[in-house]
């Protein structure tokens, strides 16, 4: 008979292999779950009461809407966003427009007809409109040439009022992105526009999210408006420019904007946004800073260096332009302005005489040059009176509340070249410029090396 033999480990300790294999297993767990709790407590400790639970829109996997994020190693809540109570926001929101008169006639705008879109004015021109202090003054503000869309998307932007959420897309260039975390309140009290041109339209025909035939196009929350891009701009980029900064016109009746870069994806409700961001601080408008600069001339370098504009040439006057006409580099003496560069994706206003007019200017100055909006953004904000009220937040509020993905890397339908241009090298080069410029250029490197 054989002998009985007994141990006092359990059989499953008795491999190695198995309780190692565990162990990584409920390492990898913990880790996963440890992650995923601390990229978003800050989102959990600020969401709202009563967002939807149901998804807005189902794509078709063809489109791959969410492919080609890009990843961040922000610090997840080095500057946390505070955000209200969900009801109390739309509470406050409603009782803000009521009581609010229309902000449509602070500010005149110019009339006539023009070969362009914005008159093409000349640089003496443009900076005349600088000092705002007689409310009788018509301001140049875009649409000297009618904006081609149709009058049934022309109707349903003006009954748009409260908050409106505005986004472009020209040349296939970006997918639409529905919006996350919204209050069951939310749809009736803001509007979604998305603008398009015919090059995007085929686009989503291609995928089945539109059809052609019909009158009106409608993908998940966002209504989409077709752009006739042949009667504006031959730059697609310049076309994004009329919706971004023009937002104030195209919608009349609204109070309150955010646009957000169609690369983005919100994932905060924008009813909250607005109250936290612009509201709360009594701000006309609120923008991110920068992630990397500080000053304009480093906006400018990199643009030439990333061949982000085709004519270097252009961006030294362009700069130059600036410099003659003061400048300066960002300081402490230039605070509460935070920056001279903001990350210009997401911009939350507040319409008004400031917003109003700020929008009015930039949009001037990049008809003028190119449609690199950080370029001008400074010499605008610095010299218009009156003065912006301005909340330049955090990359780590901005990281927050949106998603980034990377643009459409292909496409269904044939793209158009937005320009069919070579870069055009500066002659002299960028770094040899004018006298005051090249002082900037030092203040800039001397601060560098401290």
């Not at 420019?241 to 009349?252: A, Q, S």
């Not at 252009?314 to 700069?319: D, I, N, T, W």
């Not at 960002?330 to 007019?357: C, E, F, M, T």
């Not at 912006?388 to 949106?402: A, D």
């Amino acid at each position: 008979m054989g002998k009985l033999i007994t141990t006092s480990k359990p059989l499953i300790l008795q491999s190695k292999l198995l309780c190692f294999s565990l162990l990584y297993l409920f390492t990898t767990l913990f880790l996963a779950l440890y992650t995923t709790l601390s990229q978003s407590k800050c989102l959990f400790r600020s969401s709202p009461l009563d967002p939807l639970q149901k998804s807005l829109f189902s794509y078709p996997s063809s489109y791959g809407e969410h492919k080609y994020a890009v990843s961040t190693t922000r610090s997840t809540c080095s500057s946390p966003v505070f955000f209200s109570d969900y009801w109390d926001v739309v509470k406050e929101i409603s009782n803000f427009n009521k009581n609010s008169l229309s902000s449509s006639g602070v500010l005149r705008y110019m009339q006539g007809n023009a070969n362009t879109f914005g008159g093409n004015l000349s640089t003496l021109a443009r900076f005349s409109y600088f000092d705002h202090q007689n409310d009788t003054t018509e301001v140049p503000c875009g649409f000297l040439k009618k904006f081609p869309i149709s009058g049934s998307d022309r109707i349903a932007m003006e009954k748009c009022g409260n908050v409106v959420v505005v986004s472009a897309i020209f040349n296939d260039h970006d997918k639409i992105r529905q919006p996350r975390g919204l209050g069951s309140k939310t749809p009736e009290d803001s509007c979604f526009f998305m603008f398009v041109d015919d090059v995007t339209l085929k686009g989503l025909e291609h995928h089945g999210l539109i059809s052609m035939k019909s009158r009106e196009y409608k993908v998940g929350v966002w209504r989409i408006v077709k752009v006739v891009k042949e009667d504006l701009y031959e730059n697609p980029a310049m076309n994004g420019i009329i919706p971004k900064y023009l937002v104030h016109r195209l919608f009349p009746n609204s109070q309150f904007s955010i646009w957000i870069d169609a690369k983005l994806q919100l994932i905060v409700d924008p009813l909250l946004l607005i109250h936290s961001l612009v509201i709360s601080e009594d701000v006309d408008m609120a923008i991110s800073k920068h992630p990397f600069y500080v000053h304009t001339m480093e906006e400018a370098m990199a643009t030439a260096r990333w061949k982000k504009w085709w004519d270097v040439n252009a961006l030294k006057v362009q700069m130059e332009t600036y410099c003659e006409n003061g400048l300066q580099p960002w300081s402490p003496d230039k605070q509460p302005y935070a920056s001279d560069v903001p990350d210009s994706a997401l911009i939350l206003r507040r319409h008004g005489l400031g917003s109003n007019l700020f929008s009015c200017l930039m949009f001037n100055e990049m008809e003028a040059f190119n449609p690199r909006d950080q370029l001008p953004f400074a010499f605008v904000r610095d010299h218009m009176k009156p003065k912006l009220k301005l909340n330049m937040f955090e990359v780590e509020v901005f990281e927050q509340v949106t998603v980034e993905y990377r643009h459409n890397l292909k496409s269904s339908v044939k793209k158009v070249s937005s320009s069919g241009r070579r870069t055009k090298r500066a002659v002299p080069d960028l770094l040899f410029v004018n006298n005051r410029c090249q002082k900037y250029l030092s203040t800039v490197w001397g601060e560098s090396n401290d």
